[in-house]
T-cell receptor, first 113, second 114 residues
Framework: EPEVTQTPSHQVTQMGQEVILRCVPI?????FYWYRQILGQKVEFLVS????????KSEIFDDQFSVERPDGSNFTLKIRSTKLEDSAMYFC???????????FGPGTRLTVL | AQSVTQPDIHITVSEGASLELRCNYS??????LFWYVQSPGQGLQLLLK??????LVQGIKGFEAEFKRSQSSFNLRKPSVHWSDAAEYFC????????????FGQGTTLQVKP
């Protein structure tokens, strides 16, 4: 069964450094998402991506964040200058059609020191 | 604004006992509702979903959920809990925006006593 994959599973970085989190969505899916979950809190929407552009972003998704689908298979989330409060689990998700189910990857745990 | 409330942060049940996890939503139209499970250190796995039709939906691992429009609820149930069901459970509603982003509840942590 196809699944969403994410790399790395865990990333440790110093405050102020740039990080790129990578995701490979399910191959025939058209809608892509990033969510994050700060430890002990609920899963929060960050951004959605469709037709090669951002379709919606939350207030969390400020200028420090960007997303890209560079080659038709990968979907990346970049944080330009990490802050301590960016420490969280980041989940990628994808779905085929607008009303279809979202499938989630296993997550990348980001730790900012 | 759309929202999801899971009133129970933590529930403990004995193995073999029945389980009900509560979920209430706030949504104007007919919602698309989901239950996901997250085991420690793992991602989110879809248990079941409700889009339309029969209000009692069956999912994986023996779970079911009932959509009750009059109560704005979508409670998750299992008749007999197994130790492997210990995990965190999230209820979610798909936003009415074109993106269909998911809005999650706070989650309920299920502990299973032997």
């Amino acid at each position: 069964e196809p699944e969403v994959t994410q790399t790395p599973s865990h990333q440790v970085t110093q405050m102020g450094q740039e990080v790129i989190l990578r995701c490979v969505p399910i191959s025939n899916h058209l809608y892509f998402y990033w969510y994050r979950q700060i430890l002990g809190q609920k899963v929060e929407f960050l951004v959605s991506f469709y037709n090669n552009e951002i379709s919606e972003k939350s207030e969390i998704f400020d200028d420090q964040f960007s997303v890209e689908r560079p080659d038709g298979s990968n979907f990346t989330l970049k944080i330009r200058s990490t802050k301590l409060e960016d420490s969280a689990m980041y989940f990628c998700a994808s779905k085929r059609g607008r009303t279809d189910t979202q499938y989630f990857g296993p997550g990348t745990r980001l730790t900012v020191l | 604004a759309q929202s999801v409330t899971q009133p129970d942060i933590h529930i403990t049940v004995s193995e073999g006992a029945s389980l009900e996890l509560r979920c209430n939503y706030s949504y104007g139209a007919t919602p698309y509702l989901f239950w996901y499970v997250q085991s420690p250190g793992q991602g989110l796995q879809l248990l079941l979903k409700y889009f339309s039709g029969d209000t009692l939906v069956q999912g994986i691992k023996g779970f079911e959920a009932e959509f009750k429009r009059s109560q704005s609820s979508f409670n998750l149930r299992k008749p007999s809990v197994h130790w492997s069901d210990a995990a965190e459970y999230f209820c979610a509603v798909a936003s009415s925006s074109n993106t269909g982003k998911l809005i999650f509840g706070q989650g309920t942590t299920l502990q299973v006593k032997p």
